[in-house]
């Protein structure tokens, strides 16, 4: 039972980053944040009734029947998961066309490092200040970074106390 339920917690670990990659590359920028609430909400009205279920099998008949339960989807999940793997891959186009040579978001997210430390080349540097400026998602995506950068930098430079 104790498996099982290891099992399925790590089954839903792995569906919801995933899950969570493919919203990020599929879902434009201005409602990114809504659908990721949504998925969010989705996620605990189906693990509700299932729990209920759960809580009234163990209650009801015992530990069995509901152990049964949690290893039938913990099964349930598994197969979700393998089945797309198993299926032959095929050629995907980019989660989002770039336009006429420009960058895709994914793109952008491998070059911030060397945009923010000012060492791409003027055309790399070029695409991604036109990416930024039609991609409210990566405009914040290099707020937060430089955010980051910054603090780091500060608390570098921020006198250590001694321990006494």
Do not use: N
Request: charged share 15%.
């Amino acid at each position: 039972m104790i498996l099982a339920q290891v099992a399925l917690a790590l089954l839903l670990a792995v569906i919801a980053i995933h899950v969570g990659k493919l919203l990020h590359d599929a879902v434009p920028s201005t409602v990114r944040t809504g659908v990721s609430s949504g998925v969010g909400t989705l996620s605990w009205l189906l693990f509700l009734p299932f729990s209920q279920v759960f809580g009234w099998l163990a209650r009801a008949h015992g530990i069995g029947p509901s152990a049964w339960t949690i290893l039938g989807a913990t099964t349930v999940v598994a197969v979700l998961l393998v089945v797309p793997v198993l299926r032959p891959a095929r050629a995907e186009p980019p989660a989002r066309a770039p336009a006429e040579g420009g960058l895709v978001c994914q793109e952008l997210v491998e070059l911030v490092a060397g945009y923010l430390d000012k060492v791409l080349p003027a055309e790399q540097r070029a695409a991604m200040d036109e990416h930024l400026a039609r991609c409210d998602g990566c405009t914040d995506y290099l707020e937060q970074i430089r955010l980051v950068v910054q603090a780091l930098q500060r608390s570098a430079a921020a006198p250590s106390i001694p321990d006494a």
